[in-house]
């Protein structure tokens, strides 16, 4: 289980550009539930994400890790704990380097470097077949440098990547913003699978409403660093996109916009 507890975040204190993020804020997050979040610009989703892998530190409040407090760890301690997959394709990934030395790199994540190969033949089909597992045809261009793929390509391996070594949490921050909109439907398939085959406990923020209502099993909607809407089980099933909607745009229409 992850939990956010009391969390207060405030950007430029005490500065003439002081904006309070969090007041107060907690949330938690069961194991093996896949989370979705949606909300306007500056409703809190990127700061929460990044409070989670340490990124930035609140000023007050708390992350808990199954039943560890991990509000005092450095973001590299946390990232071996966390995959995480952003918006950007040519993030999470070296593009100078080919298909098989970015899985090379991942797949020795939290360990030390030393002097042998990273890559021997048991390892390069190994890759290989997971790469297969894709269904992108991509195993046929291993030697090809990341930076040449385009950018469904990318996002795809940037999932794998991600979840290649045991993870506790699956960290997507946008992770189709970036994509056509086949692409976009690739990729959310792909993350479905990888989701319900490891049972991980998966955070999504998108700007998606369908996405949103479709994907994962618990749907919060953020506004002003506060929950206005959180529903799961049967409620989120049963809810359409209409219903996310109507509650995105009453919100909008409370502020202004």
């Avoid at 997507?172 to 439907?185: G, Q, R, W």
């Avoid at 990729?187 to 049972?199: A, G, P, S, Y």
């Avoid at 919060?220 to 996109?241: A, P, Q, R």
Wanted: some cysteine.
């Amino acid at each position: 289980m992850l939990e956010v507890k009391n969390i207060t975040m405030t950007y430029d204190k005490g500065g003439v550009n002081e904006l309070t993020v969090f007041d107060d804020f907690s949330l938690s997050i069961s194991d093996g539930q896949f989370l979705s979040v949606v909300g306007s610009n500056g409703s809190g989703k990127t700061t929460f994400l990044n409070i989670i892998c340490g990124s930035i530190t609140p000023q007050e409040g708390s992350v808990i890790l199954n039943g560890t407090d991990i509000s005092g760890e450095k973001e590299y301690r946390r990232n071996r704990r966390i995959g995480r997959v952003y918006q950007n394709p040519s993030m999470g990934t070296c593009p100078n380097m080919t298909i098989t030395e970015n899985l090379a790199l991942a797949d020795n994540k939290g360990n030390r470097f030393g002097l042998r190969p990273a890559i021997d033949r048991r390892k390069e089909m190994e890759f290989r077949d997971l790469v297969a597992s894709l269904s992108l045809g991509l195993e046929d261009k291993m030697d090809m440098k990341m930076g040449s793929l385009s950018g469904g390509q990318r996002q795809a391996l940037s999932l794998l990547i991600a979840t290649l070594r045991p993870i506790d949490f699956l960290i997507l921050d946008e992770h189709t913003a970036a994509l056509d909109p086949v692409n976009s439907e690739i990729i959310m398939e792909l993350t479905r699978k990888t989701v319900e085959k490891m049972h991980l406990m998966t955070i999504m923020v998108t700007h998606n409403l369908r996405h949103a209502v479709e994907y994962g099993d618990r749907l919060v909607m953020m506004d002003k660093g506060i929950c206005v809407l959180d529903i799961d089980g049967e409620k989120k099933k049963n809810t359409k996109v209409e219903d996310v909607l109507g509650i995105f745009n009453s919100i909008s229409i409370e502020c202004g916009n």
